[in-house]
């Protein structure tokens, strides 16, 4: 399959910073992502949509002012948590697919911990 | 709004047995996709198998089917010759004309040796 990288795989930040996770597709070119947000041994919740080049839409009850998503072109997505807080921890996992209709590929995910 | 509803928690196998892990889901669509998708500890998701819902056939990937009961809006998977590397949370996902999956809330599966 397709390989989508996510990075950094785990990072650490101080409350009320700002903190960018990175996904890319690597060999293909990748028209949606999707932003998910994950709990310790719970599902996969969608946070967001992101179309090259739109806006991305926010599934409802996430902040679209605190994730920042940026999707400027075919193979990078950008989340950006801003004014992070500890409530913000959490695993947060990308995808990505080429058109509509076809599989979307995981990145491996990236867990992020605000102290 | 489509649901998917996996009921078992946590489920356990011995090595080298069959197990079974269930999903029921909600829908209006005619058209979709349903998945079976397999979270090992290292947490990368990695596709196990799919079906389009207007297969008949079931999906078959090596050690891994799935009874696929489209009236009853069923869609187990089953893993035969159970292997120690096949522990891992298990996520049933649907996915229909939105694009979007939507995932079950897990199943646990430890092997045993």
């Known amino acids: 399959g397709a390989v989508v990288s996510q990075h950094p795989s785990w990072v650490i930040c101080k409350s009320g910073t700002s903190v960018k996770i990175e996904c890319r597709s690597l060999?293909?070119?990748?028209?949606?992502m999707f932003w998910y947000r994950q709990f310790p041994k719970q599902s996969l919740m969608l946070m967001a949509t992101?179309?090259?080049?739109?806006?991305?839409?926010?599934e409802q009850g996430v902040e679209k002012d605190k994730f920042l998503i940026n999707h400027a072109s075919l193979t990078l997505s950008t989340l950006t948590v801003t004014s992070a807080h500890p409530e913000d921890s959490s695993f947060y996992i990308c995808s990505a697919r080429f058109k509509q209709n076809t599989e979307a590929f995981f990145g491996q995910g990236t867990r992020l911990t605000v102290v | 709004a489509q649901t998917v509803t996996q009921s078992q928690p946590e489920m356990s196998v011995q090595e080298a047995e069959t197990v079974t892990l269930s999903c029921t889901y909600d829908?209006?669509?005619?058209?979709?996709?349903l998945f079976w998708y397999k979270q090992p500890p290292s947490r990368q998701m990695i596709l196990v198998i799919r079906?389009?819902?207007?297969?008949?056939q079931n999906a078959t990937e090596n050690r891994f089917s799935v009874n696929f009961q489209k009236a009853a809006k069923s869609f187990s998977l089953k893993i035969s010759d159970s292997q120690l590397g096949d522990a891992a949370m298990y996520f049933c996902a649907y996915r229909g004309y939105g694009n979007k999956l939507v995932f079950g809330a897990g199943t646990i599966l430890r092997v045993k040796s």
């Open positions: 079906q389009e819902a207007y297969k008949q």
């Open positions: 992101s179309n090259e080049g739109s806006k991305a839409t926010y």
């Open positions: 060999d293909f070119q990748a028209t949606t």
């Open positions: 829908t209006s669509e005619s058209d979709y996709y």
